[in-house]
């Protein structure tokens, strides 16, 4: 069982940065591919970024690949996602996921494990 707690939302003007952080419990949060997903209203959970317990390989969606950065400290149980050069299109609850699979999923479906969400607002 993991319980994940998001933190670091916020809202910010365009082009301005945020970091998200993911607070996890339970001892073995090492072996646990992390994800980044968000959800504007009136539209579908979608993937933001991830990456693997097993190499530490990250992947990003096509939106934010370049602007976004996803990292983890297993030694804080905490994986964190930069912001970067937000845009208003970025608004939305943004959720941390983990799963035990080796490689880090891109689907919300892949994922065991969900937080309650930080709102983010980017205004234009």
């Known amino acids: 069982q993991v319980q994940l707690v998001e933190s670091g939302g916020g809202l910010v003007q365009a082009g301005g940065s945020l970091r998200l952080s993911c607070a996890a419990s339970?001892?073995?949060?090492?072996?646990?591919?992390m994800g980044w997903f968000r959800q504007a209203p009136g539209k579908e959970r979608e993937f933001v970024a991830a990456?693997?317990?097993?190499?530490?390989?990250?992947y990003y969606a096509d939106s934010v690949k370049g602007r976004f950065t996803i990292s983890r400290d297993n030694a804080k149980n905490t994986v964190y996602l930069q912001m970067k050069s937000l845009k208003p299109e970025d608004t939305a609850v943004y959720y941390c996921?983990?799963?035990?699979?080796?490689?880090?999923?891109?689907?919300?479906?892949?994922?065991?494990?969900w937080g309650q969400g930080t709102q983010v607002t980017v205004s234009s």
């Open positions: 996921a983990a799963d035990a699979s080796f490689v880090a999923g891109t689907s919300v479906v892949e994922y065991d494990y």
């Open positions: 339970g001892r073995t949060f090492s072996r646990y591919s």
């Open positions: 990456i693997s317990w097993s190499d530490g390989r990250t």
